[in-house]
């Protein structure tokens, strides 16, 4: 008989990235959606520069752009994430765990909700509750570029050689630039979103922006 041998493969098996192309074609579908169907037809124009007193369904607009926002963002940096915590690691459903990218978008998700339900009672507790439809119009606009830099940031990360690890150092640099320009956009925009006294702008911005994102990151890389 002949003797046994042993055989390398040396074939790589490429990662597969199928469910990153589903996720943006069904980020870009709810786009089309929006923009064809809650929009009435709108121009990209016509949208990023239509008034708030012209403007129709915006609560729809912004829940879809938000989303949207989670999810991209999800995908950019679930890569990036040590571990799952054991304690959510343990959960099972049908058998099923969170992967990495499930734990990050359940971390994103919660960190949004939470900044807009703090969002809204703050608007409600000083007095200024109509600013609040105002102030997540502005914002919708602000986040509906982003998610296309997200988008492209999605693509290049996944389907082009790229070095992952000195690319983190450039995409903290990247949040930290569009955080700090979010703040000023939100502070001088001529909406004037903002409360009107300096220290609720002050309390805004320490309290429901600088603190749920110190949350989420302590969520996702500690």
Not at 143 to 162: D, E, K, M, R
Not at 187 to 196: D, G, T, V, W
């Amino acid at each position: 008989m002949p003797s046994s041998q042993h055989f390398i493969n040396h074939v790589r098996i490429p990662e597969n990235n199928d469910w990153v192309i589903f996720i943006l074609v069904g980020c870009i579908f709810l786009y089309v959606f929006m923009m064809n169907v809650i929009e009435r037809d709108a121009s990209l124009k016509d949208f990023l520069l239509q008034k708030y007193f012209d403007a129709s369904n915006n609560l729809p607009s912004w829940i879809i752009t938000s989303c949207v926002t989670t999810l991209t963002l999800s995908v950019l940096i679930s890569q990036y994430i040590p571990i799952v915590p054991k304690y959510i690691a343990d959960l099972q459903l049908f058998g099923y765990q969170l992967n990495k990218f499930g734990y990050t978008l359940l971390a994103v998700l919660f960190f949004y909700l939470i900044k807009s339900t703090l969002g809204f009672l703050f608007y409600q507790s000083i007095g200024d509750g109509k600013k609040w439809t105002i102030f997540y119009f502005t914002s919708t606009k602000f986040y509906f570029i982003l998610t296309f830099l997200l988008i492209i940031l999605c693509v290049a990360h996944y389907y082009f050689p790229i070095d992952r690890n000195k690319m983190f150092l450039y995409y903290l640099c990247f949040f930290s630039f569009v955080f700090i320009f979010k703040v000023f956009f939100y502070l001088f925009h001529k909406n004037k979103i903002l409360p009107e006294k300096w220290y609720y702008k002050f309390l805004y911005i320490c309290t429901l922006q600088i603190a749920p994102l110190l949350l989420l990151w302590k969520l996702l890389f500690f």
